[in-house]
């Protein structure tokens, strides 16, 4: 069983990490806000009560300065604990006019407080996981919009407290310090019926893979809802092997469906043979799409049994390595998906089948 949202495990077996970090696929509806931020390093923490986070106030410090996120600020200020101040400027497609729109951050370490064309947003504390706000009412479609943070970082190196953050009181170790915005950020444009989460469980013993959905309905009454899902197999040229369409009427706020998918003749998924399915939801109100999900998952099972592992119904005998999870030049991500592809073929050429990533989640 697994999550294909974006939750990661602090121990990563290789012969199920390529279902484990499956991703949603980018398409139009998606914007990316990944790329030049500004950013202030507010060493005397005054910047909240001087309200830096005012796009015009802001503009007027001349202490900003330029960081590519995501990346951890120890890049351009190394060993710093303590509070900055981020902003961004992007112009929003004006086809976004009327729908909901979802600000959604992969990772900010630690304390989070978000303001949008200087309106608050929101605040969120924990520094490796995803969250996210609605903000097609601060929106402005077709204009330029600014984005504004105040992060809180670990404390570690230093005898102080920041805003009830204490020494050694965050999940953080030493060895590069993860502060501020490390990982992906983005917006998300959907109809008022969108994914918000997904989990499937395969099942070997009868080539079954169950989908359990929960689905949003912003509206303010009960919609009307068609809902198509396809399994298509990765290894055979994307053949569909499986197909659903119903329609379901959704309750305002999150509704919850299940259902569950024959796929014959499952090819299995082993390091030896990482054969892949895929899962494709649409979701469309009045013949138009409201959103659409898809990701990737492999039709596998690890049990244990007499104090022995057996991955599909055979014995494995884990063999585990010990990943530091620093890089010589993103710190807590890997310069680039080779650099990525790399560690995991060595290890793979080592002799190892698991892989245990230290001080953070592995980056996806």
């Known amino acids: 069983m697994y999550r294909i949202s974006k939750l990661y495990g602090l121990f990563t077996l290789l012969f199920i990490a390529c279902s484990a970090f499956a991703q949603q696929i980018t398409d139009n509806r998606k914007l990316t806000l990944d790329g030049t931020w500004e950013i202030i ?4 923490n005054e910047g909240r009560e001087s309200l830096w986070f005012n796009d015009s106030i802001f503009e ?9 996120a995501p990346a951890c600020w120890e890049l351009i200020e190394q060993d710093y604990e303590g509070v900055t101040f981020y902003r961004h400027k992007f112009e929003v497609p004006a086809t976004w006019e009327g729908k909901v729109i979802r600000l959604q951050f992969d990772a900010v370490n630690y304390l989070s407080e978000v303001w949008l064309n200087d309106a608050v947003v929101g605040y969120h504390e924990g520094g490796f996981t995803p969250f996210e706000f609605r903000v097609d009412e601060l929106i402005k479609p077709g204009k330029t919009n600014v984005i504004s943070l105040r992060a809180v970082g670990p404390i570690i190196l230093s005898n102080k ?9 965050t999940p953080q170790w030493r060895g590069g310090i993860t502060g501020g915005i490390w990982q992906s ?4 444009a959907t109809g008022d019926v969108y994914v918000s989460n997904v989990f499937i469980e395969p099942k070997i013993s009868d080539n079954t893979a169950s989908l359990t959905l929960k689905l949003d309905n912003s509206a303010v009454r009960k919609t009307n809802t068609d809902i198509e899902i396809n399994i298509l197999d990765v290894g055979d040229h994307l053949k569909s092997v499986a197909k659903i ?5 959704l309750h305002p ?10 796929i014959p003749e499952a ?11 895929r899962a494709e939801v649409n979701l469309l109100n009045g013949g138009m799409v409201s959103d659409k999900w898809e990701a990737n998952f492999g039709m596998r099972e690890l049990t244990i049994k007499d104090k022995h592992f057996y991955l599909n119904g055979n014995p494995i005998y884990i063999k585990a390595t010990f990943f530091e999870g620093l890089y010589p030049n993103g710190i807590a991500m890997p310069d680039n998906e080779d650099m990525a592809r790399k560690e995991i073929r060595l290890a793979k050429e080592a002799g190892f089948n698991m892989i245990r990533p230290w001080r953070r989640p592995p980056a996806p």
């Open 185 to 188: 950020v983005r917006l998300v």
């Open 267 to 277: 090819v299995y998924w082993s390091p030896d043979n990482p054969h892949l399915y």
């Open 253 to 262: 706020g999150e509704n919850e469906h299940r259902w569950i998918v024959e």
């Open 60 to 68: 007027k410090q001349p202490s900003k300065q330029q960081l590519n």
């Open 41 to 44: 390093f507010d060493h005397k």
């Open 161 to 169: 407290e920041v805003d009830g953050v204490k020494p050694l009181e």
């Open 245 to 249: 369409r119903e329609t379901l009427a």
